[in-house]
């Protein structure tokens, strides 16, 4: 670890343990760092708390309370964590510790700037979100093979934009990153996303947020 970087200060909204409702690592219990802030405001977003909800940690106290739960895998999440400069420093952090990390980020910042053993989770941003303009498409040239690619659909129109974005990640054919449809929860059916997506033979992968079946999805910290 780079001299002074535990003494970087990050805005923590929680740090919880889990099981990983999502993506390639769905059904692992898994420990969340939730950094505050967002730059988005995504219509169907339900973690609106951490917009404005945080306090204040050093890198090194973060790690130290994930080292508490006896857990190798992390996902760093928000809010939007690449919106904080100190971010990268505290999944390089973690990698060199032996963690897995994956980290969520919304689609609109550079992931080039993370560690590149970290696995990004890039959520871009679908029609209904109505934060669709502010994806940046060149993250699409930067993933990694482990790397995935996550579209939450709410209708047809967000369906087929999100098919663009598989489209654009599957023309080089060498890429190998997942690429992910998840129904907004409660607004579309995942039987009829699930239906979409066999009528037009995508090699997708059907991405349901376990932890809302498995508890309250209103409930926080899981």
């Not at 505290?90 to 560690?115: A, P």
């Not at 989770?121 to 040239?141: M, R, Y």
Request: proline share 4%; hydrophobic share 35%.
């Amino acid at each position: 670890m780079r001299s002074g970087v535990s003494n970087q200060i990050l805005r923590v909204n929680e740090i919880f343990f889990s099981i990983q409702g999502e993506a390639g690592h769905a059904g692992w219990p898994c420990v969340f760092v939730r950094l505050g802030g967002c730059n988005l405001r995504c219509s169907y977003c339900d973690t609106t708390y951490a917009y404005e909800e945080w306090r204040e940690m050093t890198v090194a106290a973060v790690v130290n309370e994930v080292r508490g739960f006896d857990c190798s895998l992390v996902e760093v999440t928000g809010g939007e964590p690449l919106i904080q400069q100190e971010t990268p420093d505290l999944v390089e952090h973690l990698l060199d510790l032996g963690y897995t990390v994956l980290m969520e980020t919304n689609g609109s910042q550079d992931i080039s700037r993370v560690d590149p053993r970290c696995i990004k989770i890039v959520d871009f941003k679908c029609p209904s979100s109505g934060q669709a303009e502010a994806n940046d498409l060149g993250n699409i040239e930067r993933l990694q093979d482990h790397d995935e690619v996550k579209c939450v659909i709410a209708n047809r129109r967000d369906f087929e934009f999100a098919r663009g974005i598989y489209e654009r990640v599957r023309a080089d054919r060498q890429r190998r990153s997942a690429v992910l449809f998840s129904p907004v929860f409660g607004e579309l059916a995942p039987s009829t996303l699930a239906e979409w997506i066999l009528g037009e033979r995508l090699k997708v992968r059907l991405n349901l947020q376990l932890h809302k079946y498995i508890w309250d999805p209103r409930r926080r910290g899981v």
